[in-house]
């Protein structure tokens, strides 16, 4: 088993004879918080499992994955940038990650391998968890890219009453509102797509928002999709501003916290997420052991 990339951080299932193996696969890996949530729900659950790290190199992904079961591996979960790789790679996809366009999550029933996506779902859990009505709210979704594509259903099913997507380039967002237009109508959303700049002209009759998710990358490079224009459109201080970049106050947290909304980043969505693969990979009657709010509460008091 040496045809893993070099960057594998103690994953490979041969050396854990006894165990379970899990990983997680992406570019860079290293900080990567999964093994430590992993770890948690086993513990929690009482299973006997391992989770570990692998850094695959760019193109190299399918390649790695068929290596990873080969060689017994019995799950793994893919983040940035290898989730359509791993659509790819799977043989049967599940509804939602049809839906979503994207794979974060990889297992073998039945001697094939199926991919599924829980990064929508565990939005959507971690809003409800930190009290977020979302039946009937004004949600603006910023960004059009895998992780706002993944949002788009499980919110949709929670029936707000308006859901409009900006993004950057407007034929993402137009293509997004179109690919869900159906799902939009069986739940009695109002579905638009605009522009970012849009969103600084108060003709466009953009007015504030209940909820405002920032699906776009921005954070990553320090900047915020929102000029200074559309954020005082947008924000009342009943507004809930959520990033989905976690670890740090990005510059979208600090213009909804100037005015005077509340925030959260993402990770709450990290740990939700990662609870819905451990139960896929471990059985859905764990769902009654394993505690996701304990384990965000304690990632959050280890990063402080
Ligand atoms: P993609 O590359 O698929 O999409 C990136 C999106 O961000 C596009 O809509 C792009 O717009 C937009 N964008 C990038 N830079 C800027 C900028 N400077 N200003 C405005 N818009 C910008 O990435 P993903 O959708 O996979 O991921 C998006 C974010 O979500 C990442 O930061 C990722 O870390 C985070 N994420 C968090 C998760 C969690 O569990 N908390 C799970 C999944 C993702 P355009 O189309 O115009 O290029």
């Known amino acids: 088993m040496n045809s893993l990339s070099i960057n594998d951080f103690h994953t490979m299932p041969n050396d854990f004879p006894d165990l379970d ?20 729900f086993a513990e929690q659950a009482k299973q006997k499992m ?4 692998i850094q695959a190199e760019l193109g190299d992904f399918a390649k790695v994955a068929k290596s990873f079961f080969a060689a017994g591996g019995m799950g793994l979960n893919i983040t940035i940038p290898f989730k359509l790789d791993a659509q790819a790679f799977a043989e049967v996809l599940t509804p939602r990650a049809q839906l979503a366009g994207a794979v974060n999550t990889l297992y073998r029933q039945n ?8 990064d929508g779902a565990g939005l959507v859990r971690d809003l409800l968890a930190q009290g977020l009505q979302l039946r009937g709210a004004r949600i603006l979704l910023l960004g059009a890219g895998g992780a706002a594509r993944g949002a788009m259903g499980p919110l949709l099913e929670q029936s707000p ?28 959303v109002e579905l638009a797509s605009s ?12 007015t504030p928002f209940e909820l405002v998710i920032n699906a776009t990358a921005a954070g990553l490079s320090g900047e915020s999709p929102l000029s200074a224009q559309a954020a005082d459109n947008i924000f009342i201080p009943s507004s809930f501003a959520y990033e989905m970049v976690y670890g740090k106050s990005t510059a979208f947290m600090q213009q909804a916290l100037q005015r005077g909304a509340r925030v959260s980043d993402g990770l709450g969505m990290l740990v939700e997420q990662a609870a819905d693969a451990f139960l ?3 059985g859905a009657k764990l769902n009654l052991m394993i505690d996701p709010r304990s384990v965000l509460a304690k990632l959050r008091h280890s990063c402080d």
């Open 21 to 40: 193996v899990y990983a997680v696969v992406g570019n860079p890996i290293a900080h990567s918080k999964s093994p430590v949530i992993h770890q948690r």
């Open 50 to 53: 391992h989770y570990g790290r």
């Open 111 to 118: 001697s094939q391998i199926f991919g599924d996506n829980t």
């Open 280 to 282: 896929i990979w471990r």
């Open 161 to 188: 009453k308006q859901l409009i997507i900006a993004n950057r380039s407007s034929a993402k967002a137009n293509d997004l509102a179109q690919l869900f237009g159906g799902l939009a109508k069986t739940n009695g």
């Open 195 to 206: 522009t970012l700049n849009e969103l600084e002209d108060p003709k466009k009759g953009h």
